[in-house]
């Protein structure tokens, strides 16, 4: 049973950062592309960011800039470092990643979700 562990939510005063990580539990597996999703109260959920296995990356246009992805292969680990946090970035942070197993077959996993709460 494949589960992603997210850790690095918080409560942040605007103009502060905050660092997320995720990563899968378990084995027998591989890991393609990982991404960031967030989700304000009453709001879908929308994409932050994506990172390939291959380390190309694509932003939400009201991130770019100011978030960076990134991620460690070896430890099958995505980061999220967010810099100039603003109230507006205040939602659940939730991470996707790609996996295929070993057994066969790919399929799309998500993590439980981590608050971040920027103050004015």
């Known amino acids: 049973q494949v589960q992603l562990v997210e850790s690095g939510g918080g409560l942040v005063q605007a103009g502060g950062s905050l660092r997320l990580s995720c990563a899968p539990s378990g084995s027998g597996f591989s890991v393609n592309d990982m991404a960031w999703y967030r989700q304000a109260p009453g709001q879908q959920r929308k994409l932050v960011a994506r990172i390939t296995s291959g380390g190309r990356t694509n932003y939400g246009d009201s991130v770019k800039v100011r978030f960076t992805i990134s991620r460690d292969n070896a430890k099958n680990t995505v980061y999220l470092e967010m810099n100039s946090l603003k109230p507006d970035d205040t939602a659940v942070y939730y991470c996707?990643?790609?996996?295929?197993?070993?057994?066969?077959?790919?399929?799309?996993?998500w993590g439980q979700g981590t608050q971040v709460t920027v103050s004015s």
């Open positions: 996707n990643a790609e996996i295929r197993m070993y057994t066969g077959g790919s399929y799309s996993y």
